[in-house]
């Protein structure tokens, strides 16, 4: 059984690495959502519940405190890197990707099939071009939490 | 789309059933919630994945740091219903885990061990290894939600006993709502319960085959085609029950149906009632001691006025009750008659010069006898209840005539005095009418449960201890007696 999950978007002051007492003050906001494989199944619903071999899409949004998107020009990687060391590019274009009405990072990420189940925290790494990084997690509220599910995903049938 | 329909045997026995199993508590000591420091180490396997409490899981790992032990921790919460002054705020489950084993990787970092998944909230569990407060490695275990319907055969107005284990605790996993007949009959909570969930409904109904289904719904009402939704694989269930000819099994006198024990009272104080609790009109005695020997003091009752309709506003007030005159020990004794008022804790005080003497009573939930018990078709009867509360949990009743809910009835602007008139309805024979403890309203969005009957009242309802009524009406097929009512309230 999988759940969705509208619970994790949020837009809260990450903490600055401890080094970086002049690092830029970023802004996040992220959600999970199920990704684009070949099926006609629900692509982009909201969930925090998969199973091996399915496709989870982080979405995120990264701004300044004005309010302004930051795009690949302002920020030299994004990473989402999972309680097990896990690490996932994220990358910035627009959404959809034909008449996109919307442009924020996203990392998406075929769960292996011998990846461990359970539930697993995941906070977002931000690097500006002067190296200066800023990291981000989102609520520790366990129902809302990745969770990876025994099984392997199924494409629906049609 | 994976579709999960899962058709109940009528035998009990061919279910391994979760009453067998231990509590998660019964594992060992609580260990602190973990967190990976660098990742994960080792690699980490639970077989079976799945199945229902008391299913013996093997646990096995490898890469973790030889000869160093490690605890293997069973993950859970412990739920409870946030409810206060009168105000219901939803639920809380707070994250707990057990110590299961502690374990000790051989030479090349391989562990394994075995347990029974425990009688716990159904769907994923993390079990983890873990150093201190440090996660090496994780699997998940998911309980499988079982339903038990017995007897598979009785007579009109026998109790059908529907026995769920393995209930979530999540969104989609933690709400769900049994039908009878195709009708929506009420929902069913283990909030408290930890995925555990008794149900008693009538047999109602020709004789036959009956149908009862338990489905998810996160909105008030069953959610229809879960397997279309894009979580599709939701369990669902579904039994046969057989109704068979005979006497029928009415229930008893309503005044008789009120509850014996009241959990979770509040504390006495310096004013004591004997008995604890009473009916509206039953009598009570309050008790103090320590004032002035031969002084007649007054007995005062503080009672809520108000609703959450009109303003949205109420006050408590209060009046005399009794008056009495303590003895040559400083000992009083009020007796009085329970007012007509709303149902649970009312505050009584008595004035002393130099203090205030005060203390709780507590109004239980009684219902009267039907006023018409027997007529054709068509005929208005009275459902009525005193001393129903005024709280979001308590002041309501939801009702369902032969198992379909058919609304509820609101007791806070009547000072606890409901009120029902119904149509008797259906084929010639007897007909029950269930009441049950419902919430009324409160902060929370998901689930939404509210205004429908609780199935699980008795074990789970947040806030109040209250009691469920049943009432039986005869349908006669004599149509000399239909007419309509004249009586507009009616």
Known sequence: ?158 | MMRRLVVLALAAWLVPWAALAEPPASFGPTEPMAEAQGGFMGHMAAAPDHGAAGTRVTITADGLPPGREVDLVWRTVEGSWNVADGHYHGRIYKPIAYRIASLTPDGSGHVSASFAAPDDFGFSHDVVLQQGDRLLTQAAFSIDMQVKVSPAHASLGSPISIDISGIGWRELENSWMLLYDNRFTGWVSAVTTRGSAHVTIPAVGAPGTHVLALVHGEFTFPYLNPQQNPDPDRPRFSATFTLTPGAPTLPPDPPRQALLHIKNLPPPGALVTEPRFAGVGQAMVARATGLVPGRRYQLSWGSITGNRVTDGTWQENSRVVATAVADGGGAISFPFKVPDDLGGAHSLAVVDDAKTLSGKAWVATTALPLDVARGPAGTTFLVHLKGVGWTETANIYAVTYDNGYVGYACGFNSQGDVQIFLKATGAPGWHFIDLYPAIYKGEEARPNNFRIPQLTYAADHPGEDLPHFRFAFEVTDDARGQRASLDPSR
């Not at chain 1, 995941?122 to 190296?131: H, N, P």
């Open chain 1, 1 to 158: 059984m999988r759940m969705p999950h509208v619970a994790t978007i949020l837009a809260l002051m990450a903490t600055p690495a401890a080094h970086a007492q002049n690092a830029p003050k970023w802004f996040f906001e992220s959600d999970m959502v199920r990704g684009a494989q070949p099926s006609d199944g629900p692509i982009c619903a909201m969930t925090s519940q998969f199973k091996h071999n399915e496709m989870v899409v982080f979405r995120i949004r990264v701004t300044d405190p004005t309010g302004k998107n930051i795009d690949n020009k302002g920020l030299k990687s994004l990473v989402v890197e999972l309680a097990n060391g896990q690490k996932i590019d994220a990358r910035f274009h627009g959404h959809p990707p034909k008449d996109a009405t919307d442009f924020f990072w996203v990392a998406p990420w075929i769960i292996p099939a011998d990846f461990p189940t359970g539930t697993l925290s995941y906070k977002v790494i931000a690097t500006d071009a002067s190296g200066a990084t800023q990291t981000w997690q989102p609520f520790k509220v366990q129902p809302s939490q990745f969770t990876v599910l025994a099984g392997n995903f199924e494409p629906p049938k049609k």
